[in-house]
């Protein structure tokens, strides 16, 4: 049985999490965290998520949870990530973080973490089906070669706060590599007015927001004559939620360091 503390219980993903850890019989929900000042403090996190009560009342200190817990799952607020991951790191406990838009200094933070001997596995995107598409688009781009143009297109609902998305960025790390470019110096994000044409090592990424949708993400390929389009639409939370809990599996009894789910799923 694994102790899995989520924090960030009260969000959209968190009670997601903590259905499925409710009604998984290889977990057990061991502590339930949100911001201090979330209306779901002091609630039990199985009424706030919609299933039975689990007698796991939502709390603010985390270090408190931490002493029943094998590993934490984190999707919560980007500004707290890496505070959070020292406390948890700190404690000898294991990590799974979902949460994104971290920096490229606060995602060096987190591998210098896992490198002193933490358990980390740290993920953008933890559905089956995106991390096949990392790869595919990997793939895709080192055999098209350089005549082939890479726009980015993903959409979400109209509350999410980082753009573009944290999938996106890594299908634009992903692509770039492959195509030996750099993400950071080679992206285009966006474009407007009298921009000129199209350089060839260029990687274009666009945001759509609206609604509902949970995440979309499409990668086109286009030369002269025909284009190619590898897309992965999420139509539920679920997805998510699914893979996270099968990182803290995987991340109970993995070596220290620092993982991806490509490694969780053995891709
Ligand atoms: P949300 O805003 O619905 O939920 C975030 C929750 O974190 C809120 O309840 C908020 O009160 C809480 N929170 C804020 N500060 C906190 C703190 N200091 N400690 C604990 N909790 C705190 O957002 P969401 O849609 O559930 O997404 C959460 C994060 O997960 C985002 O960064 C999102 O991009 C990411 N996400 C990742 C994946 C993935 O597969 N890796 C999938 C979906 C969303």
Partial sequence: MVNVTVFGAAGRMGQRLVALTASDPELNLSGAVDWEGSPAQGKDAGTVAGVDALGVTIGSDIAGV???????????????????????????????IGTTGLSDDEKAELTAL?????????????????NLLFKLAGET?????????????????????????GTAERLGEVVAEARGLSYANDTAHGREGLIGERPVDEIGMHSLRGGDVVGDHTVIFATNGERI???????????????????????????????????VLGL
């Fill in 229 to 263: 389009e590898l897309t992965h639409k999420a139509s539920s939370r679920d997805t998510f939620a699914k893979g996270a809990l099968r990182a803290a599996k995987f991340i109970n009894t993995a070596d220290p360091g620092m993982y991806d789910m490509a490694e």
């Fill in 141 to 165: 781009a080192k055999i098209l070669g350089s005549d082939y143009n890479i726009e980015i297109v993903e959409m979400h609902h109209n509350l999410k706060k980082d753009a573009p998305s």
């Fill in 66 to 96: 931490l002493g029943g817990t094998d590993v934490v799952i984190d999707f919560s607020a980007t500004q707290v990530v890496v505070d959070n991951a020292k406390t948890v790191v700190g404690a000898g406990k294991k990590l799974v």
């Fill in 114 to 130: 896992a490198d002193s001997g933490g358990h980390i596995v740290f993920a953008p995107n933890m559905s089956v089906g995106v």
